[in-house]
Structure formats: structure tokens, C-alpha cells
């Protein structure tokens, strides 16, 4: 099945303990995104990824990074969570880069709630 | 900086009933406009995506329509169902800027 795979589902954490969230794709897509969701606030990009070894800031990148070592992985790090990056964050892929196409579906993960105390 | 607007945030009405979803948006110079729909504690599912030089787009019970010169999309949610209930959100990919989300629209068909 195609699809884009979040984990972890459900995380609670400390500030200042990093941790990842890993993102997997299993459609060979070159673009994966990342975006996180806050009420009142909407949706809001994170990064993305043009493909391997390129990478480049969204709306809202501080405090986070990413890589893109393979294809098929995009993780994102939070290497000192604070309770202001407590959310509800998804990533997607899409077959082509889609800030240039006007062809592209995004397809998007489970999403991952993360909560800093 | 574009800015995408839906209205009403929360409608409900019963079953049965033809609806329609709005969404504006400021930057008219759009590649694609896409209309997803989300269900609590779950991720987005796409639904139709509109490009730029399109009218409208229909999937089933779904029709999209865009007139980027007013800036304006509609979705047509024919014959509601209250498996249709959840948050349906339009996004924009203008020029060389992130795709831009609505705050979306939540719907409650009922019974």
C-alpha cells in the first residue's frame, strides 16, 4: 500500500531531550515536506525536500532540522525541544517537487502529537 | 504574501442536503489550488486538485470549482452523507512560496 509512515503516533517529552520523528514513503516521491498543525493557526510548513541532500526552510523552521540522506526518509529533529513546538505534525510527499508543478497531490502521513512539558 | 480564507469554520446540516465550501485566496497568480479533507486525529486525504488553467474538477459527490480571478474556489458536496463529516481545508501553491493551507471548514452531516 502507498503510503507515508509517522513515528512516533504519540510522544511525550521534557524540554531540552531531543528527539526525532522519522518519516518514511514508499512511492519513490522526490518531494517530502514537513508541516505542523496548530489550532487557531492552521497548517504550517516546516521544511521540505527537493530531493536527496536538498533541503530548504519552510514557514516556520526554528528550532528544528531535517536530512535527507535516502529517498525514502525524511526525519525531523528537535534538538532541544520547548513547550512552544508542542503540535500536531505530519509529513507528505508528492511526486514532484510541488512548488513547481501545478501536478501535484500531496499524500500525507498519520500525523505525530508531540507534547513538551 | 498569500493568504487563503475559508468560510463558514464550522457548518452543520442534515443529511441528505447539497452544500458548498468556500475558500478565497489574496495572490491570484496560482499554479494549483487542492482541496483535502481531514478527520479527527488523522491525517489530510486529497480530494481534488485544481490546476491553474482548470475550472473545475469533480470527483463522485465532489465538484471543485476556481476562478483565480476573483480568487475564489468552492467545493459542491452533493446528496451529504455523515460520513462526509470532517475538516476540509483548501491550500494554494503560488509563485515560489510554500503551499499556503486554509484554517478549513468543519462539517458535521447529521442523521
Known amino acids: 500500500e502507498a503510503q507515508v509512515t509517522q513515528n512516533p503516533r504519540y510522544l511525550i517529552t521534557v524540554t531540552g531531550k531531543k528527539l526525532t520523528v522519522t518519516c518514511s514513503q514508499n512511492?519513490?516521491?522526490?518531494?517530502m515536506s514537513w508541516y505542523r498543525q496548530d489550532p487557531g493557526l492552521g497548517l504550517r510548513q516546516i521544511y521540505y525536500?527537493?530531493?536527496?541532500?536538498?533541503?530548504d526552510k519552510g514557514d516556520v523552521p526554528e528550532g528544528y532540522k531535517v536530512s535527507r540522506k535516502e529517498k525514502r526518509n525524511f526525519p525531523l529533529i528537535l534538538e532541544s525541544p520547548s513547550p512552544n513546538q508542542t503540535s500536531l505534525y505530519f509529513c507528505?510527499?508528492?511526486?514532484?517537487?510541488?512548488?513547481?508543478?501545478?501536478?501535484?497531490?500531496?499524500?500525507f502521513g498519520a500525523g505525530s502529537r508531540l507534547t513538551v512539558l | 504574501k498569500q493568504e487563503v480564507t475559508q468560510i463558514p469554520a464550522a457548518l452543520s446540516v442534515p443529511e441528505g442536503e447539497n452544500l458548498v465550501l468556500n475558500c478565497s485566496f489574496t495572490?491570484?497568480?496560482?499554479?494549483?489550488l487542492q482541496w483535502f479533507r481531514q478527520d479527527p486525529g488523522k491525517g489530510l486525504t486529497s480530494l481534488l486538485l485544481?490546476?491553474?488553467?482548470?475550472r473545475e474538477q469533480t470527483s463522485g459527490r465532489l465538484n471543485a470549482s476556481l476562478d483565480k480571478s476573483s480568487g475564489r474556489s468552492t467545493l459542491y458536496i452533493a446528496a451529504s452523507q455523515p460520513g462526509d463529516s470532517a475538516t476540509y481545508l483548501c491550500?494554494?501553491?503560488?509563485?515560489?512560496?510554500?503551499?499556503?493551507f486554509g484554517k478549513g471548514t468543519r462539517l458535521s452531516v447529521i442523521a
Open positions: 507528505a510527499s508528492s511526486l514532484l517537487g510541488d512548488r513547481m508543478s501545478g501536478a501535484n497531490v500531496l499524500t
Open positions: 512511492m519513490n516521491h522526490e518531494y
Open positions: 525536500s527537493m530531493n536527496v541532500e536538498v533541503t
Open positions: 495572490d491570484s497568480a496560482i499554479y494549483n
Open positions: 485544481i490546476q491553474s488553467s482548470q
Open positions: 491550500a494554494v501553491r503560488a509563485g515560489n512560496t510554500p503551499l499556503v
